[in-house]
């Protein structure tokens, strides 16, 4: 949660082929490969092969869930917007063609904001007096979520930061804890309000998560927050399953959301079992692929759910800072993000903190062009900004940021249900992720200054026959645009050519 806190590669794809051995699954055809080698049978090198050293797609790793942003807490500013600039928000978070075609958008389930100091982040609640609901205090919030279900929008999360009131220590939204003893009333809220959005909207949340970062309070009540310690964590997660399983059958319970994949190492074996359906945590430690790899062991030695990365923000590189950087290298520091979570962390989803953000750290009504230049004193939160005087300005711009379009390169062409492969061998300064859905797609990150070139050794595919390639670039000067040069495909050889412009991040896609 924010806290005012010229080498080349050859990549060589396995495809599936009209032979016996595609019955076989990747990773088997990967072992026969090896052991064939090994014995020194393994076929010769054609004599057209390309003379470039081998960087290889290897088997299979996990299952894409999708790409996503929160909800928190800039509705209840949206819903002081004209109609007109709320249908564009929506449009340029969750429409595949022309937005960044969200395939996760988590809602905020407010506790009230009670003792909350900062307004738009006193999150409204449904749950006025114990057993009384008012379905109308939270309209921007529903608004958006709503927006995210016409718009298609496969995993719909909803998740609490503090309960209300009435089940809190201090009967406040923040520096508290959760009472043991109102623990069922606390499922019972969450669970009503699941139910709520399914029989008001049509909407089923896929997952609901009851605690964020439950080690921190937030005494400072700059937002919303309460302490769950470990040790009635499982409580808490057993209570809430079983409200869904009653009101809102499908709906699963996510865990923890610890700020840090140190304190999920800590906390999980008290709370870790058969209702968690995912393991979540966030990104604050901003921990190394080492790091990353250490936590996806220790959580497949726990458990077989899936692990998703729901929160990060605010870094350009340098850890946890304060500052304003609407920029490629903020872009690039995400895109890198995403790559090592996928690749070392084996997370099945990426989620950024929030979507919209007004700390800008600036006045754009008397500097129309400072939202395109670093500051120090705004934040690194949103993905698009807003103008925070905007009801006294009445300036309702939408201002980018470089990391929109890098997230873009991943949501709108990455979709759910695409593989993630693992691959060895790229060059320096690059990042190739590979991902299968039908067919190939690629997401490369070129961390260098200056271009580099990328091959891939497509193999023939079988049945089918490959298109025309096409990229899509992110850059300093590209906002996901069509690549200056495009990827070519030599129809005989099957090599994939793709050359990258300096610092910039392109999905590249190999049509059949």
């Known amino acids: 949660m924010f806290r005012n806190r010229p080498p080349t590669g050859l990549t060589t794809l396995r495809r599936p082929s009209v032979s016996p051995l595609a019955v076989l699954r990747p990773a088997a055809l990967a072992a026969i490969a090896a052991a064939l080698a090994a014995a020194g049978l393994a076929a010769p090198a054609r004599a057209d092969a390309p003379a470039v050293p081998a960087v290889r797609v290897l088997s299979a790793a996990q299952t894409i869930t999708g790409f996503g942003a929160s909800g ?33 958008y988590r809602y905020n389930i407010g506790g009230g904001g009670v003792g909350v100091t900062a307004g738009p982040r006193a999150a409204r609640s449904f749950l006025t007096a114990p057993g009384t609901y008012d379905w109308s205090a939270d309209p921007g919030g529903t608004a958006f979520l709503r927006e995210a279900a016409r718009y298609g929008v496969r995993r719909l999360v909803g998740f609490a930061n503090s309960a209300p009131r009435f089940f809190t220590t201090n009967g406040r939204s923040c520096g508290g804890g959760l009472l043991p003893g109102r623990v069922a009333n606390y499922a019972g809220y969450l669970a009503r309000v699941a139910a709520h959005m399914r029989s008001a909207y049509g909407i089923r949340l896929a997952i609901v998560s009851p605690m964020n970062e439950p080690t921190n309070s937030f005494a400072a009540c700059n937002q919303e927050g309460m302490q769950v310690p470990a040790s009635q964590r499982a409580a808490v997660i057993r209570s809430v399953a079983g409200a869904l399983a009653s009101r809102s059958p499908g709906t699963k319970v996510s865990a923890d959301e610890s700020t840090t994949t140190v304190a999920l190492g800590a906390g999980i074996g008290h709370w870790i079992g058969p209702d968690v359906s995912t393991v979540a945590f966030h990104g604050y430690d901003f921990p190394t692929a080492a790091r990353l790899r250490a936590v996806a062991g220790m959580v497949r030695a726990h458990t077989g759910a899936r692990t998703e990365m729901t929160e ?13 950087n609407p920029g490629m290298r903020g872009g690039l520091w995400l895109a890198d993000t995403i790559w090592r979570d996928l690749s070392a962390g084996g997370v099945s989803s990426f989620s950024w903190w929030t979507a919209l953000s007004p700390k800008l750290g600036c006045a754009p009504s008397s500097d129309p062009t400072c939202t395109t230049a670093s500051n120090s004193t705004g934040w690194n939160d949103g993905l698009l900004y807003y103008d925070p005087d905007f009801r006294a300005d009445g300036n309702e711009s939408i201002y980018f940021t470089r990391r929109y379009y890098a997230l873009a390169n991943f949501s709108r062409y990455i979709r759910p249900g695409a593989v993630h492969y693992r691959v060895t061998g790229v060059p320096a300064h690059v990042h190739v992720i590979a991902f299968r859905r039908n067919t190939w797609r690629f997401v490369m990150i070129n961390d260098a200054a200056g271009p580099r070139t990328v091959r891939v050794q497509l193999l023939p595919a079988g049945s089918h026959r490959y298109g025309t390639p096409s990229a899509y670039t992110t850059s300093a000067t590209a906002d996901l645009a069509p690549a200056a040069t495009p990827p070519t495909l030599n129809g005989s050889t099957h090599l994939l050519t793709a050359t990258l412009p300096g610092r910039s991040v392109s999905t590249v896609i190999v049509p059949w």
């Open 72 to 104: 928190a807490w800039w509705p209840n500013d949206a819903d002081d917007f004209s109609a007109s600039t709320r249908a564009r928000i929506a449009r340029l978070l969750f429409d595949r063609r022309t937005g960044l075609g969200l395939s996760i």
């Open 312 to 324: 990060v923000c605010c870094s350009s590189g340098s850890g946890y800072a304060r500052g304003y």
